[in-house]
């Protein structure tokens, strides 16, 4: 009995324990899923980019683009800076330049600034652009502009953690540059570019550059054709003042320095060349007139028309630029060889102005001679005989004798000869005061405009 009643009581442990083990399993499986929501509901998640802009300077963030930053507090401090793409075409003749600009601007806005999101910055969309507030700026010297939207719009827009905006934007922009062209083509132009606000006084916004090394910065390998870009770059400002109000303006300056290579070859050289070749007509013979006279006035018509193609790029200004005083001294130079020939074929036939004069002054004497003949016969008519001249008093000295034509001959000859010696002196002179006088033209003009003038140009600050 004693046995049957353990077996009992073994077989009822067993069927109880095999009872309760199944059941377990689900219990902790339920228990663990709970413990993990709830773990969850105590920790946030991470909001999405697109929840924390709706929040930051969505519709329901209350942020309005209409309104500067500090709204009637401190003005809006926008620190600038410029990149340099591209600089080039730099017209005389409208007296501007075109220059391709990274144009950087960078504020705090105490609006934006965020906690909720990890990222120490934010790079939007330039379409947000249009949901935030944005300084004003324009460029005062501004002719033209455009922006690039290849391939999409050319625009940044970054926010930070602390509230600071950075903007920037790629521009190409002709800008006016007022220049001074008595030097030219040996002179040195300074350019400016103002950046100015429209709408807001200094009491709202306040523009100031980036660091001075960091405020303008140049592309490496930048080149000019007909200039040379210097390094520094003067920084400053210019304060508007208008009738309404005072608006803050930065500038900066380019000094341009213009190459003469191009100016060399196209105009200096050939106008020296022809001034030189209007010289040769100095060892061509005088009797030569055709020659002379077609060379001469050749000449002169190349110099004319390379002097009006000096011009032609040019602005029309009032005052004598460098290469008019040169242009104008190769004519005058150029001309003045065609009137020494002048002077050589006038002197060559003065010998017979001369001559005809010589007989006109005889046959005047003649004409003289025989009225006081005609008279002193008529004086002394019935007389005949009180009144015979003697011998030898045709020889006296009221009797004019003629002279032979061998006289007249040889005096014909021998100022000839005397008027073309003098002729050739012309000729002789000239080929050493034409080019001694234009050396020391050069020698003037370089040191002038090459040395004074630059030194003087360099000094200016």
Not at 99 to 122: G, H, K, M, T
Request: aromatic share 12%.
């Amino acid at each position: 009995m004693g046995a049957l009643r353990a077996g009992a009581l073994a077989f009822l442990l067993l069927l109880l324990l095999s009872c309760l083990l199944p059941r377990r399993g689900p219990l902790r499986l339920v228990s663990g899923r709970e413990e993990i929501k709830a773990a969850s509901r105590g920790s946030p998640q991470p909001m999405s980019p697109s929840d924390f802009l709706d929040k930051l300077m969505g519709r329901t963030s209350g942020y309005d683009a209409r309104i500067r930053p500090n709204f009637k507090g401190p003005p809006v401090n926008v620190t600038c800076n410029i990149f340099i793409n591209s600089f080039g075409s730099v017209t005389e003749t409208t007296m501007d330049y075109r220059v391709n600009v990274f144009l950087r601007q960078q504020w705090n806005d105490p609006r934006l600034a965020y906690r909720e999101y990890p990222d120490d910055s934010l790079d939007l969309d330039p379409s947000m652009l249009d949901s935030i507030w944005k300084p004003d700026l324009f460029f005062a010297n501004e002719k033209g502009a455009n922006f690039h939207e290849v391939t999409t719009d050319n625009k940044l827009l970054r926010i930070f953690k602390n509230g600071n905006v950075l903007y920037s934007i790629r521009l190409t922009l002709i800008l006016s540059c007022p220049m001074d062209l008595k030097n030219f083509p040996m002179d040195i132009q300074t350019c400016t570019m103002q950046l100015e606000s429209f709408g807001y006084t200094m009491n709202d916004l306040i523009f100031k550059w980036l660091e001075e090394q960091e405020a303008v910065q140049v592309a490496e390998g930048l080149t000019l054709p007909q200039f040379i870009l210097r390094d520094e770059k003067d920084l400053g400002y210019c304060t508007k003042y208008y009738n309404t109000g005072k608006f803050t303006c930065i500038e900066v300056k380019f000094h341009l320095e213009r190459q003469m290579g191009y100016y060399l070859i196209q105009m200096y050289i050939p106008s020296l060349l022809i001034v030189i070749l209007s010289w040769v007509s100095f060892w061509i013979n005088m009797d030569a007139a055709p020659a002379r006279v077609g060379l001469g006035i050749t000449t002169v018509l190349t110099m004319t028309t390379q002097s009006a193609g000096s011009r032609a790029s040019l602005p029309k200004v009032s005052y004598v630029k460098a290469i008019d005083i040169w242009m104008a001294i190769c004519l005058l130079f150029v001309f003045a060889a065609l009137l020494e020939y002048a002077a050589v074929n006038f002197v060559s036939r003065q010998h017979k102005e001369f001559m005809r004069l010589r007989r006109r002054q005889r046959r005047q004497r003649m004409e003289e001679e025989l009225v006081r003949e005609s008279r002193f016969y008529l004086r002394g008519y019935g007389l005949s005989h009180c009144l015979q001249p003697k011998e030898g008093a045709g020889e006296g000295p009221g009797v004019y004798s003629p002279p032979t034509a061998r006289m007249l001959l040889r005096e014909g000859e021998s100022l000839h000869w005397r008027y073309i010696d003098r002729a050739k002196r012309i000729d002789t002179i000239s080929r050493a005061v034409f080019p001694f006088t234009f050396l020391v033209f050069n020698i003037f003009y370089w040191v002038i405009y090459k040395v004074l003038r630059s030194e003087d140009i360099h000094s200016v600050p």
